[in-house]
C-alpha cells in the first residue's frame, strides 16, 4: 500500500527566512508526487508536481520542491517566506503505473509571523 | 475553484436521513473524485468515476455511494447519514488518472 508522511503537523518561520516542509512517501515503483495548499475555508489548490526528469521541480507562488529518491521525500520548499503563505499543506502521491489513486498526507500547517 | 461547484456548501441533517451531494464541472475533464476531510486524517477518497456511469471505490467507501449520469455531474449519497460522516466533503476532477485533481470549494455537513 502506498502512503505518505509529513513528520511535523505545523512549521513555524518568520517573514523572510526560508520555508521547508517536509513529506516522505511509500510506494510500488516510481512515483508521481504532488503538493497542495489549502487557506482557510477553501478547497486544495495545486501547487506543483513530480512526474519525471529534474529532481527540481518549480510550482507556483515561488515554491519549489526537491524529489530525492534514494531518501524517498519529496520536501517543498521557498527560499523567503511570505505571511500570505499561511496555509495547511499536503502532500500526495500515487504509483506511477498499474490501479492506483492519489494518497494525501495528514497535512503540515505553515504559520509564519511577520 | 474555478470550473468546480459544490451543492450544497453546507448542511445540517439528522442520524438516519439520506442525504445528497453535488459536484458540477464545466471543464470536461473525465475523471471526478469525492473525499472527505476530517482533522488528523488528512483527506481520504470516498468514490471516483472515470467516465459517464463508471464508477469505483476509494479508501472510505462504506456508507456512501455515487452516481455519474453525465460528464458534467458526480452525485455523492450517503443513503442513512451517521454522526461518523460529520465531515467536510471535497470533489475534485482531472483530465486524467495521472494529472493534477483541482478540488471545489467543499461541503460542510453536519449530521446530528
Known amino acids: 500500500a502506498q502512503s505518505v508522511a509529513q513528520p511535523e503537523d505545523q512549521v513555524n518561520v518568520a517573514e523572510g527566512n526560508p520555508l521547508t516542509v517536509k513529506c516522505t512517501y511509500s510506494?510500488?515503483?516510481?512515483?508521481?508526487l504532488f503538493w497542495y495548499v489549502q487557506y482557510p475555508n477553501r478547497g486544495l489548490q495545486f501547487l506543483l508536481k513530480?512526474?519525471?526528469?529534474?529532481?527540481l521541480v518549480k510550482g507556483s507562488y515561488g515554491f519549489e520542491a526537491e524529489f530525492n529518491k534514494s531518501q524517498t521525500s519529496f520536501h517543498l520548499k521557498k527560499p523567503s517566506a511570505l505571511v500570505s503563505d499561511s496555509a495547511l499543506y499536503f502532500c500526495?502521491?500515487?504509483?506511477?503505473?498499474?490501479?492506483?489513486?492519489?494518497?494525501f498526507g495528514k497535512g503540515t500547517m505553515l504559520l509564519v509571523s511577520p | 475553484d474555478a470550473g468546480i461547484t459544490q451543492s450544497p456548501r453546507h448542511k445540517v441533517t439528522e442520524t438516519g436521513t439520506p442525504v445528497t451531494l453535488r459536484c458540477h464541472q464545466t471543464?470536461?475533464?473525465?475523471?471526478m473524485y469525492w473525499y472527505r476531510q476530517d482533522p488528523g486524517h488528512g483527506l481520504r477518497l470516498i468514490h471516483y468515476?472515470?467516465?459517464?456511469?463508471?464508477?469505483d471505490k476509494g479508501e472510505v467507501s462504506d456508507g456512501y455511494s455515487v452516481s455519474r449520469s453525465k460528464t458534467e455531474d458526480f452525485l455523492l449519497t450517503l443513503e442513512s447519514a451517521t454522526s461518523s460522516q460529520t465531515s467536510v466533503y471535497f470533489c475534485?476532477?482531472?483530465?486524467?488518472?495521472?494529472?493534477?485533481?483541482?478540488f471545489g470549494p467543499g461541503t460542510r455537513l453536519t449530521v446530528t
Open positions: 475534485a476532477i482531472s483530465e486524467g488518472q495521472y494529472y493534477e485533481q483541482y
Open positions: 510506494v510500488s515503483g516510481n512515483p508521481y
Open positions: 513530480y512526474i519525471t526528469g529534474d529532481n
Open positions: 500526495a502521491v500515487r504509483a506511477r503505473s498499474g490501479y492506483s489513486t492519489l494518497t
Open positions: 471543464e470536461n475533464h473525465r475523471y
Open positions: 468515476s472515470y467516465g459517464v456511469k463508471d464508477t
